[in-house]
């Protein structure tokens, strides 16, 4: 079954489901493709396994150069030999979300519905809206489909930690350990109406063309950028933004000149032009509205403590003390809806000025508990 | 992360009113000692809470589960009966609400285990008769505006209150600073005199 996908350009490590994943939204997305890597050696009896999930525009390449865009691997300091992800000792597994544009199944894939009018062409908008719950549903037929029966960890940041938190609900007997980092348990009115403004930016650069751009050659790239630009803002904190920027200007000459830019503008300029370079729009759209669908307390009739009740699982929760799109009441908050299960909790806030791109960042004193917390489980579970 | 570290002494104490294989849920716990010895020596399912959270990241960095909070705030959040044991040590006199905590202790375990410094010690009780001002000892050294102590009370005042909240003293002691036994269980008048710590086991009636 494994064989590079023929849905992208670039031959992305995959799986292809025929027999397709049933969605929330009722429809079965037939012939699902996962692309993933792995990192290090799954151990004789399958124990050591960790599986990381990315935030909305990450991709499967957590702890090496992605071969597609060049860029490094996005986890590097967390993922790899010694780290505290150490594979090493662990087994890590990381795949593209379901909906994503790096070799997983996404607007870009072939519709595959009978239905389609024209069977073959990239579902672009008509792409079924999906949910954080389909994406760890296809999570899981990878974890199946490597012979794992049991995650020693599941770990995220951000839409990641809501996909980690999605596992535990779902899956709970399938999760040793579970830790979500800078995550929220529902996607809040402000969030939303973040990525709303980045959708209308993206529906009405005129490139677009309805979601089927890629049939007239072009790509929506400054809605995306505008979109990125926006996201970006969202990600760090004002105090991160004035000590690398303050008010300096782009080049030191003072305001005489009309047309200058001070030092941010460029800086959120360059980060939305080299965003469009490996994003697509499409999967923007549909990532950030399965980010907007997630509510798990709303599933359990407002009470989050039911969608734990039972779990044997462990978790440990990160906030960041200046991220404000996912801030510490969140976290705090699903902690105290694990307590009020009896469950086992870890809940710590780290201090940080860099908003919630903390999590992707050096955050010592983050990286050593995420990796004294994974050295507790190992001994429980009886890993050494 | 290997081996039986040895523990305070005081902690030792606690340690020995709590049955092996329990569920524990230390408040207050530090960077973890106390929960680290009942889950390695006693086999416990041992967690904690504690408010500062530098002691906290020490506490999970060590592997131990523990929950950066407030006593005053996070006791509610925990369903009843979830917990054997709860242990507040050497922070009652610190909290808000100490009657609440003690209430919401025992609504969530079904014992508490509690130490505090004994405000009935005659080194304070003489200090305030000589000199008329606040007293000042090597457990009560921080100035009557500073001190997170703000609940300072007696031996007796805490049998006071058990029989008045209707709890059982299952088991008590008083110890010196250092946590060591000291000799006048039998009586609490003389331990509030000489006992600088006081430690109770607690269930309801």
């Known amino acids: ?384 | 992360m290997s081996g039986v570290k040895k523990i305070r002494v005081d902690l030792a104490l606690i340690a020995g009113m709590v049955q092996p294989g329990s569920r524990v849920l230390d408040v207050g716990c530090a960077d973890g000692q106390l929960i680290e010895h009942l889950t390695r020596t006693k086999q416990c399912d041992a967690r904690g809470i504690e408010i500062d959270m530098e002691e906290v990241q020490r506490a999970i960095t060590h592997g131990l589960p523990v929950m950066q909070g407030d006593a005053d705030t996070e006791l509610v959040t925990y369903p009843d009966h979830a917990f054997d044991y709860v242990i507040l040590s050497r922070t009652l006199q610190a909290v808000e609400k100490p009657r609440e905590v003690l209430r919401q202790m025992l609504r969530i375990s079904t014992h508490a285990i509690v130490s505090f410094p004994n405000f009935g010690h005659w080194s304070l009780r003489l200090q305030l008769l000589t000199r008329g001002r606040m007293p000042m000892t090597a457990g009560w050294n921080r100035m009557w505006y500073e001190t997170p102590n703000i609940h300072p009370c007696t031996i007796k005042d805490f049998f006071a209150l058990c029989d008045a909240e209707g709890y059982v003293v299952e088991d008590w002691l008083a110890a010196d600073e250092q946590g060591l036994r000291t000799p006048w269980r039998r009586s609490p008048g003389l331990a509030n005199l000489f006992g600088e710590q006081g430690l109770f086991l607690l269930r309801k009636a």
């Open chain 1, 1 to 384: 079954m494994d064989q590079p996908t023929a849905y992208t350009d670039f031959p992305h490590q995959s799986v292809t489901f025929p027999e397709g994943v049933a969605l929330d939204c009722g429809r079965v997305l037939p012939n699902v493709t996962v692309a993933y890597r792995t990192y290090g050696t799954l151990n004789q009896d399958k124990s050591n396994a960790i599986l990381v999930c990315h935030a909305l525009t990450g991709d499967q390449y957590v702890a090496e150069q992605n071969p597609e865009t060049g860029r490094p691997g996005w986890w590097g300091g967390v993922v790899g030999p010694g780290a505290p992800i150490d594979t090493d000792k662990y087994f890590v597994i990381c795949a593209n979300v379901l909906g994503g544009c790096m070799g997983s199944t996404g607007p870009r894939s072939p519709h595959g519905e009978p239905s389609a009018q024209a069977p073959g062409q990239p579902w672009g908008t008509d792409f079924p809206v999906v949910t954080i719950h389909d994406m760890v549903r296809v999570q899981k037929r990878l974890v199946e489909h490597l012979r794992i029966s049991k995650l020693f960890a599941v770990i995220g940041g951000s839409m990641g930690g809501m996909q980690v938190l999605s596992w535990a609900v779902q899956y709970p007997e399938m999760v040793f350990a579970a830790v979500p980092i800078a995550a929220a348990y529902y996607h809040s009115a402000q969030n939303i109406a973040f990525h709303e403004i980045g959708r209308q930016a993206i529906a009405a650069d005129p490139f677009f063309h309805g979601g089927h751009y890629w049939s007239e050659g072009v790509r929506p790239e400054r809605g995306l950028a505008v979109a990125r630009m926006t996201a970006h803002i969202t990600y760090v904190s004002e105090e991160a933004l004035t000590r690398k920027f303050g008010r300096k200007l782009q080049n030191a000459e003072g305001l005489s000149a009309l047309g200058e830019q001070f030092a941010v503008e460029s800086y959120l300029q360059y980060q939305g032009s080299s965003f469009v370079q490996r994003f697509d729009a499409n999967s923007y759209l549909t990532i950030t509205r399965a980010m907007d669908l997630f509510d798990i307390a709303g599933e359990q009739g407002g009470v989050l403590a039911d969608a734990f009740r039972g779990t044997q699982t462990r978790f440990l929760l990160v906030s960041f003390s200046s991220d404000w799109l996912f801030p510490t009441a969140q976290s705090r908050a699903i902690a105290r809806a694990l307590n009020h299960v009896a469950a086992n909790v870890s809940f710590v806030e780290v201090q940080s000025d860099k908003g919630h791109d903390a999590f992707l960042l050096d955050e010592p004193d983050f990286h050593a508990t995420l990796r004294g917390f994974l050295v507790g489980c190992a001994e429980h579970a009886g890993l050494s």
